[in-house]
């Protein structure tokens, strides 16, 4: 397979990397707004350079598109019109009108897309996911996610994220409806500025808690902070009728046991990043798009999830700013 990199960032490099350890690809294109960007990121995984998105697609038979949230409604409408299977990070879109026209296009289309929520791909995420699907939980009660970054985000990105809901909060949202296999019914959603200023001033929030209540009955709560001193912090909770698990809790995770018999509970080094914490799950993805590139599985996170993980986020969003709880039918 020959596959085109959209995007030579962070998690460009890292999909590269991921792509040229994988027998089955045979040549990897890369393209980037930065075209030294995109040299260096080629140079490290021996790719081809593209002098844009447009040349890079050009007799590929994939594209992961991991370029500026603002470039992918246009990316991913481009290599759908070529007949490309796609990978795109989250968001689809920057908002939800937009969201829901790509996603119109791509059904209508009989696109193949695959959002990259890679948090479905987590090892621990899938046994938890198998337990509950098995009956071994009994009942789902709750659920509780936590996600709390290790540092906030540049000054500069943070009018351009869409707010904490959508930017970070969107990959908790899609792992609840993967999860439970239900969808979200109402949220409540409040936040606050404890310590980092910016955020105030685009409207933002550093810290916030959102509760859901879903489809099947079982209620969720997420907690999400900007700013972990102690590391990146990821964890999924579930509690049911016949037992009780949780996901990301091990020798990284970066907390602090109080209990003097758990004193050495989490002594490995701390989870700092997205990157590391996820890598298994990153390669995960990739590897099962690349099945559905070939034909052999459908999209395991299609474009109609991206967009109701979206709706939830924006549920979130309108929360926190009316003080209200807000039904999924309103948005």
């Not at 621990?124 to 709390?148: E, M, P, W």
């Amino acid at each position: 397979m020959r596959v085109a990199v959209i995007g030579a960032g962070r998690i460009g490099q890292l999909h590269a990397r991921a792509l040229a350890d994988q027998p089955e690809v045979a040549a990897l294109v890369i393209a980037d707004a930065d075209a030294e960007r995109a040299r260096t990121a080629a140079a490290a995984v021996d790719a081809t350079v593209a002098e844009s998105a447009d040349a890079a697609m050009h007799g590929v038979d994939a594209v992961i598109i991991a370029a500026s949230t603002d470039a992918h409604a246009a990316l991913v409408q481009a290599a759908v019109d070529r007949g490309l299977p796609t990978f795109c990070e989250k968001p689809l879109a920057l908002d939800l009108a937009m969201t829901r026209q790509l996603v119109d296009h791509v059904e209508r289309s009989k696109g193949v897309v695959q959002v990259g929520f890679q948090r479905r791909f987590d090892p621990a995420y899938r046994q938890a996911k198998q337990l509950l699907d098995s009956g071994a939980l009994g009942t789902l009660y709750l659920v509780r996610l936590i996600a709390h970054d290790h540092e906030p985000p540049p000054d500069a990105y943070i009018p351009v994220s869409g707010g904490l809901f959508r930017d970070s909060s969107i990959h908790d949202f899609d792992a609840l409806r993967w999860f439970t296999a239900a969808e979200a019914v109402e949220v409540y959603a409040v936040g606050a500025v404890r310590r980092f200023e910016v955020f105030a001033r685009y409207d933002d929030v550093d810290t916030a808690v959102a509760t859901i209540r879903m489809s099947d009955g079982s209620l969720a709560c997420l907690s999400q902070t900007r700013h972990d001193p102690r590391g990146y912090d990821i964890r999924m909770e579930a509690v049911g009728s016949a037992d009780s698990v949780a996901v990301g809790l091990a020798p990284r995770t970066p907390i602090r046991s109080c209990e003097v018999d758990a004193s050495d509970m989490f002594s490995g080094p701390a989870w700092q990043t997205f990157l590391t914490r996820f890598e298994a799950a990153y390669r995960s993805e990739l590897a099962e798009f690349l099945r559905v590139a070939r034909g052999e599985i459908a999209s395991p996170c299609t474009a109609r999830d991206g967009l109701e993980a979206m709706r939830i986020s924006v549920a979130a969003t309108r929360s926190r700013a009316e003080g209200r709880p807000i039904a999924l039918t309103e948005v």
